[in-house]
């Protein structure tokens, strides 16, 4: 079970002025949906703005703390 404030926390060690929103689907803690706002995704696409994340959450992801992420990245408007 992955906690939203260390997932929120791990993101902004890669991308420390990000947005970023955490939602837990399913209330169990291992089906989340991320939202992420970054200036740092500028220029980069699609794919390598979600390796950034999956970097941030790597030991997460690997430990199935997180089972289930639903990620939506973007720059600032």
Do not use: W
């Amino acid at each position: 079970m992955a906690n939203t404030e260390e997932i929120t926390k791990a993101i902004h060690c890669v991308l420390p002025n990000a947005e970023v929103t955490v939602e837990d689907l399913s209330g169990t803690g291992d089906h989340l949906q991320v939202k992420v706002i970054s200036s740092k995704f500028e220029g980069l696409s699609r794919i390598r703005q979600h390796q950034l994340i999956y970097e941030a959450l790597s030991d997460e992801l690997a430990s199935e703390a997180i089972h289930a992420l639903a990620l939506t990245t973007s720059t600032p408007s």
